[in-house]
């Protein structure tokens, strides 16, 4: 295990999972002398269920819902985040429960900006421009679909606000809620933790602790995505998959954004094609781009990839290729839901052109323009 002499890692937010999880949410908020939350619930058909079960859950308790927003939020922008805020101070609200994923939770965390430092969200963007604790908030996910919701960051008319009091406060995963989630968002909210996790693990910021939030998110993926992809219902995969989901933004919180990450948002900027899809595709073909060049997988991410009775099975020199192998499998496990390349998705060469350019562009830790050309061809061909 690697042991830096110096490194930094903030272990927030604070996370509950498991049964009944949800009646644990005005505990919380009384930790934090709040109870009256704005509740935000992305409408839509399926929405009913998780607006019932969080009314029930806070049926019994002396929590006070000031008000519940459940319309459809299709991106997070200037003008919801305002209109959001105005109904936080006009309900005389304290705190903040978002139930969702996406833009509904980026909506959330603006409006937290908005009512805390009194100016709007977007005034905010970039790092570090946020001065002090905003108020309390409470994240249940459904789906973590963009991979930033648990994570110190927000996105505000294409903008990026970044700050470690972004992270949510407490987030709660129930099956109630989890299970509700459709195969898409599963699949999406995994390739993403697999990415931001892997990434983490082999960044330059890497350390003890951002191995050890790495390793529970690459398990929990390896032994529960397909699963859950294939039966979202399944509560206990689909736990496990929002677990993995927390784990793996929250090491991506506590480092830089790597490879795959900036060619992916740069990809589905111009393709369409979402960006856990992109992501997968990339971070495998980032892991057959290292073994090629003799760079070798670290041996605790050998271990978190291919599982106890995998690494110890295979020779030393071949635990990097068996970390890949159950990458394929797993990707393998989830059938037609998941392609072999860019290139089936029919993505252009043009288009890959114009996103290692963006990237590259993009990215504030100075990317390898070889680098990134190599690995998003080795994604494109599937090879």
């Given at each position: 295990?690697?042991?830096?002499?110096?490194?930094?890692f903030l272990?927030?937010?604070?996370?509950?999972?498991g049964?009944?999880a949800?009646?644990?949410?005005?505990?919380?908020?009384?930790?934090?002398?709040?109870?009256?939350?704005?509740?935000?619930?992305?409408?839509?058909?399926?929405?009913?269920?998780p607006?019932d079960?969080i009314?029930?859950?806070?049926?019994?308790?002396?929590?006070v819902?000031?008000?519940?927003?459940?319309?459809?939020?299709?991106?997070?922008?200037?003008?919801?985040a305002?209109e959001?805020?105005?109904l936080?101070r006009a309900?005389?609200c304290?705190?903040i429960?978002a139930?969702?994923?996406?833009?509904?939770?980026?909506v959330a965390?603006c409006?937290?900006?908005?009512?805390?430092?009194?100016?709007?969200?977007r005034t905010?963007?970039?790092e570090?421009r946020?001065?002090?604790?905003?108020?309390?908030?409470?994240?249940v996910?459904?789906a973590l679909?963009s991979?930033?919701?648990?994570a110190?960051?927000?996105?505000?008319?294409?903008?990026a606000?970044?700050?470690d009091?972004?992270?949510?406060?407490?987030?709660?995963?129930?099956?109630?809620?989890?299970?509700?989630?459709?195969?898409?968002?599963?699949?999406?909210?995994?390739?993403?933790a697999?990415?931001?996790?892997?990434?983490?693990?082999?960044?330059?910021?890497a350390n003890?602790m951002?191995?050890?939030?790495?390793?529970?998110s690459?398990?929990?993926?390896?032994?529960?995505l397909?699963?859950?992809v294939k039966?979202?219902?399944?509560?206990?995969?689909?736990v496990?998959?929002?677990?993995?989901?927390?784990?793996?933004a929250?090491?991506?919180s506590?480092?830089?954004?790597g490879m795959?990450?900036?060619?992916?948002?740069?990809?589905?900027?111009?393709?369409?094609?979402?960006?856990?899809?992109c992501?997968?595709l990339?971070?495998?073909?980032?892991?057959?781009?290292?073994?090629a060049?003799?760079k070798?997988?670290?041996?605790?991410?050998?271990?978190?990839?291919?599982?106890?009775?995998?690494f110890?099975?295979?020779p030393?020199?071949g635990?990097?290729?068996?970390?890949?192998?159950?990458?394929?499998?797993?990707?393998?496990?989830l059938g037609?839901?998941?392609?072999?390349?860019?290139?089936e998705l029919?993505?252009?060469?043009?288009?890959?052109?114009e996103?290692v350019?963006?990237?590259v562009?993009?990215?504030?830790?100075?990317?390898?323009?070889?680098?990134?050309r190599?690995?998003?061809g080795?994604?494109?061909?599937?090879k």
């Open positions: 295990m690697q042991s830096p002499n110096f490194y930094e272990g927030r937010p604070k996370m509950i999972s049964k009944r949800l009646e644990q949410i005005p505990v919380e908020m009384e930790g934090y002398g709040a109870g009256r939350p704005l509740v935000l619930i992305q409408g839509g058909p399926g929405s009913r269920g607006a079960a009314t029930r859950a806070l049926y019994d308790s002396s929590l819902i000031g008000a519940l927003y459940d319309g459809a939020i299709a991106g997070s922008t200037s003008g919801i305002n959001l805020a105005g936080f309900r005389k304290d705190s429960i139930i969702g994923g996406g833009a509904l939770v980026d965390k409006v937290n900006m908005e009512v805390t430092e009194k100016k709007p969200a905010l963007a970039g570090g946020i001065a002090r604790e905003l108020k309390p908030m409470v994240l996910p459904v679909v991979g930033n919701e648990a110190n960051r927000a996105f505000i008319d294409g903008l606000c970044i700050s009091f972004l992270s949510p406060d407490v987030v709660v995963i129930d099956h109630r809620m989890t299970s509700t989630a459709e195969t898409g968002p599963t699949l999406y909210s995994g390739l993403i697999l990415a931001h996790a892997l990434e983490a693990a082999i960044s330059v910021s003890p951002i191995d050890a939030y790495a390793y529970a690459l398990r929990l993926l390896c032994e529960h397909p699963v859950a039966k979202p219902s399944d509560k206990k995969s689909s496990a998959v929002a677990n993995a989901a927390a784990l793996g929250i090491a991506f506590n480092a830089p954004a795959a990450h900036h060619l992916a948002e740069a990809l589905a900027g111009g393709t369409g094609i979402n960006p856990g899809i992501m997968g990339l971070v495998q073909a980032l892991l057959k781009a290292r073994l060049e003799k070798g997988i670290r041996e605790e991410l050998c271990l978190a990839l291919a599982g106890p009775e995998m110890s099975a295979a030393v020199s635990r990097a290729k068996a970390a890949l192998g159950a990458i394929d499998g797993m990707f393998a496990d037609g839901m998941m392609p072999g390349s860019l290139k029919g993505v252009t060469q043009e288009r890959l052109d996103a350019r963006e990237a562009k993009a990215s504030p830790s100075k990317l390898s323009e070889k680098e990134c190599a690995v998003i080795r994604a494109w061909n599937g």
